[in-house]
DNA sequence: GAAATAGTGTCTGTTAGACACTATCAG
DNA sequence: CTGATAGTGTCTAACAGACACTATTTC
């Protein structure tokens, strides 16, 4: 536990603030997950700078004046991967003293699908390298990086119980199997395929389509989502 | 919507930190809630100071160097209520440009839950003035602090739904009534009894005491909790 | 014995999990 | 016709909601 710089408490007072506070700065962190494979995986970026050098961590970066959380995540998103057109949402903030050794940070940490088939990957200009892992072999984490990944993780399953997230994962036809497999990687267990159609088919959220997906044996019945949530 | 401040995009340099960043300020904000008179009922300080001057806000404040954001909601709480021996929970993080006229700030916001009985009130240096209020009948708040208090309503209800959560809000010994009528309070409907009783009972969770309270009438089985979870 | 609150059981519809065989296509 | 994947139905247990009367106490 490294203990956080000594600040000075007192900051350039600003003529409205009458509070005096020590400098804190607010990041972004992206838990970026996709489906390939068969296997949930994250995008992780090796650091290419002090501290932490050489190990990986969450894609992130400063939030900048003038923009929302939201937004800066989305920018962070664009750098690092060169789409911002996935699902995004806030998961947990993160910020006790000493989690990053150069001072004080406050970290968002956000959660973004990008569906299985595009999963592009940019080196970011601060990043020496990034590359997907399974949640099941990662490496070792900089700063608080795999607690804020666990989170995430478990986040993700919940969702996929009792809602229609996930959906997003996929690409815009797909078929009833692939759908499965999704589920089934992301909950890290087999699931009996009679029920989850079932389930799956109640819901109502699917389109079947009139084509089918010629996959070397029998073929596929496609399906799509009715609308966009 | 007022605009923010426009900073200088460069800050004091620190020798560790290469990105600039515009000065952000952070803050927690604490949504207190509690039972009585069988309705659901939040803490809200009426403001001293400008701006929203005589609007009512939550409880919050900066968060301080070396303390965890954790920690700095439990302080915040102890300073206006008394107590910080209550159940505290992490909502969401607000941080929209714009959202408070003095600058960039930056909040996490908290839930609290304090037991029914006692939710003692106690001004803080900056408040002139503290005081209960049904979510039902609400003042105008100042910030975006309406919108916090309708994300932390959601929540708290939500997790009645599918857990053990709203105990934290019960004194040690209660009827099976005072707790249906406190998930008739947060929900805002009626719940049937014998359902309630089927239901809270089969969890497991309560312990029934050898103890009868006197109400008047009959008199009434009282329960604790069986663990501290 | 009247008023007030505590306490109790059944039926029904929905949901989730366990479980195994048939259908269709390529080669 | 073989190999591989797609697709399909039933039974059962648990849970959730609707619904009305009896029990115990005070005054």
């Known amino acids: 536990m490294a203990k956080p710089n000594k600040y000075d408490s007192e900051v350039e007072t600003s003529a ?51 923009e929302t959380l939201e937004q800066a995540a ?3 998103l664009r750098e690092e991967t060169g ?9 947990y903030t993160f910020g006790d003293p000493g989690r990053d050794p150069r001072g004080r940070v406050v970290t968002v940490a956000y959660y973004a699908l990008v569906p299985s088939g595009r999963s592009p990957l940019l080196a970011g200009t601060d990043a020496a390298s990034a590359a997907w892992f399974t949640v099941a072999e990662l490496p070792k984490l900089a700063f ?3 607690g804020i990944l666990d989170y995430a993780v478990n986040r993700l399953r919940g969702k996929l119980e009792y809602s229609n997230v996930g959906y997003e994962l996929l690409p815009e036809k ?22 989850f159609r079932r389930k799956v088919l109640g819901m109502g ?25």
């Not at 089934?184 to 009996?192: N, Q, S, T, Y």
């Not at 996959?215 to 966009?228: I, M, N, V, W």
């Open 16 to 66: 409205q603030f009458p509070v005096e506070q020590a400098p804190i700065r607010v990041t972004v962190d992206i838990v970026v997950f996709t489906v390939h494979d068969q296997a949930l995986r994250v995008l992780l970026v090796e650091r290419g700078i002090e501290p932490f050098l050489g190990l990986f961590a969450l894609p992130g970066g400063f939030v900048l004046a003038g």
């Open 74 to 76: 989305f920018r962070e």
């Open 83 to 91: 789409t911002a057109e996935v699902y995004l949402e806030q998961l």
């Open 144 to 146: 608080d990086h795999a």
């Open 174 to 195: 797909f078929t009833l199997t692939a759908l499965q497999v999704l589920h089934e990687a992301i909950l890290g267990r087999k699931l009996d395929k009679r029920n």
């Open 205 to 229: 959220l699917l389109k079947p389509l009139k084509e089918k997906l010629a996959t070397g044996r029998k073929p596929a019945e496609l399906y799509s989502f009715r609308d966009q949530r």
